[in-house]
């Protein structure tokens, strides 16, 4: 009965303790650990959020890239970190569930090494080619690629990213084969295309639709449900001949696991007040993205239903890291 006794008396000033902590919390900076280079739209997404995040924290939040290896890089970095809700992680769809499912040589740190804070924006995948491309439409890509096998290649944000995946789709879907070229993020990989280094890419309306609009880049199709509000005159795959090659990719803050749970329930709340500001959604929707408004706990569902619907997909298409 002493035992029982004072085993109830730890858990409550274990409560205590950590309600106390989350009360005081932060009371420094913070570091935001973003896998991927600077301006693509996880770093400019990330960093638009942190900004608003740091205002009602009350304390400045530090953006640290380490990019590398589809994101695994980064995840190791921030897994390892101190669970004290000072380091905090730029997760994807690619780096919490698929990247494990694909790259079977690299140390990428399982699911339960993170505590999920709350996902905050979804973002399409577009189609792009180099302005010359003797192809202007996404049936004439499909066209060439099948009369040209093994001619093509395409860029992406990396081994695993989203964009790598949704490439990797869209081939099956399509009946054609590309060599996929992968970069460290999605800028370099863009940049490449417009330089005509690599003839096609997949990637994100925030990372081209300036190079799209003064003429240095083609937009084929978004591959997506629905036409996004930055690229109104880009049809979808499917409105341009190739149907069921549907993608997208969650983004959201995560922290080390065991990070006491007042911290990421007050995290999540401050999340939501971030998310409701209107000037936040517009800017999201200005990336060619669609705001979420996931807590930790549909964070969590979120990463579940993915994992459900990518595996099968993955050894369907023998997607590897090689």
Known sequence: MKNFAYAALLCLGLGISQANAAQAYPEKPI????????????DVSGRLVAKKLSERLGQ???????????????????????????????GTRGTQVTNAMIQKDVNIPPASDFASVYAFIDAATVIVVRAD????????????????????????AGNGSAANLTGELFQDVAGI????????????AVQDVVGGVVPVAFDYPATTASFISNGRLKALAVVYGERV???????????????????SSWMGFFAPAKTPDA?????????????????????????GAIPLHADSKALDKLIEEDRVRWEPVIERIKISSN
């Open 31 to 42: 570091t935001l650990v973003i896998p991927y280079t600077a301006g693509g739209i996880t």
């Open 60 to 90: 400045p939040i530090i953006v640290d890239n380490r990019p590398g290896a589809g994101g695994a890089i980064g995840a190791e970095y921030a897994a390892r970190a101190k669970p004290d809700g000072y380091t905090l992680f730029m």
């Open 133 to 156: 491309a003797p192809y202007n439409t996404l049936l004439e890509l499909v066209a060439y690629a099948k009369a040209n096998p093994g001619n093509l290649s395409y860029a992406s």
């Open 177 to 188: 084969k590309m060599t996929h070229i992968p970069y460290r993020g999605s800028a370099p």
């Open 229 to 247: 509000k930055s690229l109104p005159d880009v049809p979808t795959a499917a409105q341009a001949g190739v149907k069921g090659a549907e993608s």
């Open 263 to 287: 911290i990421i329930e007050r995290l999540s709340r401050e999340m939501t007040v971030v998310m409701e500001d209107p000037e936040v959604q517009q800017k999201i929707t200005d990336m």
